[in-house]
């Protein structure tokens, strides 16, 4: 008995390295704070949106309104799940999963601050320190159009799948300018590593260096967060809801849940490539803090163009992606690589 | 303890590309064979990461399971992926024969012995860089400069004459897009 033990234990050993502990509860830290920040900027985006067309937006729940978003969790938990009997039930659970699982799983990689030493331990503020941090993002980003796709196919349904196949053209394209745009920073910085990237802009942000790379990446980041004027799989007026029609109470929030962790994502992606991550230049605040303001900031931009466009048409939103889009990309990368030679 | 635990993983990793790949081949609805083969991938560039080649597994994801299945998947949704019927055929018994003679191969190739690694011409160093976006790119854009551009001008090619193909035969359609 005790040798089966021991052998056992063998296995389980590696669980207790603090290397282990650390990862797990950091995993946890960053699933739970990007899940829980869902309702807040559910309620934020209503609550600005409401501001910017001169009304109040909900404010009758709660100090602020701020019970709302929890009313609408709760509302949308209890909701029936109705499925419809043609779908194919598999595909059909798994869409919402796998939109959710690869937005929270992108968050791994990105660095909120400078390490910090708790318990002697010294513990870097990331989910992981990987030397291809910025390619793992668009990889995992990348998955996430399965997400839609599959819920397009699954349901059974025209709109559905019209949706589906909007959103994955859309965001293949899209892929491609925000991949280059990115490229022309890896090309100035020499890694791939987002660390590296933000401590090379200890004294000036690539905003600065790069404009035009910035607002390439943050209109390409726009169309690949699905987000107005670029949320064309989702237009109300042509496609009902798009890839999530036919879906109800929790997947369908699910589905919401996904769009707006990317959109947390692509701020943080902003921030650490073009407005020098963690770095304060002088203010006195703490890194987390700086960075934090300086998603908080995208993500009020992110909510006010929303409220600012009406939705571009679909063939444009192509074409601009397509022959503005990428050729403006290739020449900036091309400019700076010769630059960087010279 | 480590080597225990790490050796389970990159089993268990392999089972599942193996079990994946059986998936494509033996599913018969078409959405399935897709999403088996992008497990698959997957799978696959799992394996990489865990002998530390990140580059080359980020490249794997972004490459092959983000971009040319999410294609595989767009063409079964335009023409509506069917099952299809499975019936036993003269084609369906060679398959199955030269599977069962690769099968037999396979087995044989394991009485050779465990794998050794290459001695003398990879040392520790050049080990442990293989993989990086460094050591990939210096490769591609230095000995193997020539024939990287000609094949990217052949996917060119290939890429306007498909358009060609399926555009130019009907008659264009007037569109007022800029």
């Known amino acids: 008995m005790s040798e089966f033990f021991d052998e056992v234990m063998e296995f389980i050993d590696p669980l207790f390295e603090p290397a282990f502990i650390i990862g797990s509860i950091k995993a946890m830290v960053i699933a739970g704070a990007l899940l829980g920040v869902v309702p807040l900027l559910v309620w934020l985006e209503r609550r600005l949106m409401g501001r910017f067309q001169v009304r109040l937006g909900p404010n009758r729940v709660g100090p602020l309104g701020l019970g709302q978003p929890f009313a609408d969790s709760i509302k949308l938990l209890f909701k029936e799940s109705i499925i419809q009997s ?28 400078e390490p910090v030493t708790v318990l002697g331990q010294e513990i870097g503020l990331w989910g992981a320190n990987i030397n291809s941090g910025i390619l793992f993002i668009f990889a995992i980003s990348g998955m996430g159009i ?46 791939l590593n987002l660390i590296d990237l933000v401590e090379s802009q200890a004294t000036v942000p690539y905003i600065i260096l790069q404009p035009l790379a910035f607002l390439l990446f943050f209109i390409a980041g726009v169309a690949e967060t699905n987000r107005a004027p670029f949320d064309l799989p989702e237009a109300e007026q042509e496609l ?5 029609t036919e879906y109800t109470g929790m997947k369908f929030a699910m589905f919401f849940m996904g769009e707006y962790i990317n959109m947390v994502t692509m701020s943080a992606m902003i921030t650490l490539l073009f407005l020098g991550g ?24 992110f909510i006010w163009l929303r409220s600012t466009f009406p939705r571009l048409r679909y063939d444009r939103l192509m074409t601009f992606g397509w022959k503005v889009l990428l050729p403006l990309c290739i020449l900036n990368l091309l400019v700076t690589s010769v630059i960087k030679v010279l | 303890m480590f080597e225990i635990t790490y050796d389970l993983v990159v089993f268990i990793t392999g089972l599942m590309a193996v079990l994946a790949s059986l998936g494509v081949i033996l599913c018969s609805s078409p959405i399935y064979c897709a999403l088996y083969l992008i497990g698959h991938m997957i799978c696959l560039a799992l394996l990489f990461l865990l002998y530390h080649a990140e580059f080359v597994a980020a490249v794997q994801i972004i490459v092959y399971a983000g971009a040319v299945m999410i294609l595989f998947l767009f063409i079964i949704a335009l023409l509506g992926g069917r099952k299809e019927i499975q019936e036993a055929s003269f084609e369906r018994f060679m398959a199955l024969s030269f599977a069962g003679t690769l099968f037999g191969e396979l087995l044989l190739a394991a009485t050779v012995g465990p794998t050794k690694p290459i001695q003398g011409a990879v040392d520790a160093q050049v080990l442990a860089e293989v993989g990086s976006a460094k050591v990939v790119g210096l490769e591609l854009f230095s000995r193997h400069l020539v024939p990287f551009e000609l094949a990217s001008v052949l996917l060119l090619v290939a890429a306007v004459g498909i358009i060609c193909l399926a555009k130019f035969p009907s008659a264009p359609l007037k569109r007022r897009t800029r």
């Open chain 1, 86 to 113: 043609s779908a194919d039930k598999f595909l059909y659970h798994l869409a919402p999963a796998v939109v959710v699982f690869t937005a929270i799983v992108a968050f791994a990689v990105i660095p909120f601050g």
């Open chain 1, 146 to 191: 399965y997400g839609m796709v599959l819920a397009g196919l699954s349901s059974n349904n025209k709109y559905s799948l019209m949706g589906g196949l909007r959103s994955s053209a859309q965001m293949i394209s899209y892929e491609l300018a925000l991949g280059l745009s990115a490229l022309s920073v890896i090309v100035l910085t020499g890694s």
């Open chain 1, 240 to 244: 009902v809801a798009g890839f999530h």
């Open chain 1, 278 to 301: 963690w770095n304060a230049y002088g203010l006195p605040l703490w890194p987390i803090l700086a960075f934090s303001l300086k998603v908080f900031f995208l993500l009020c931009v």
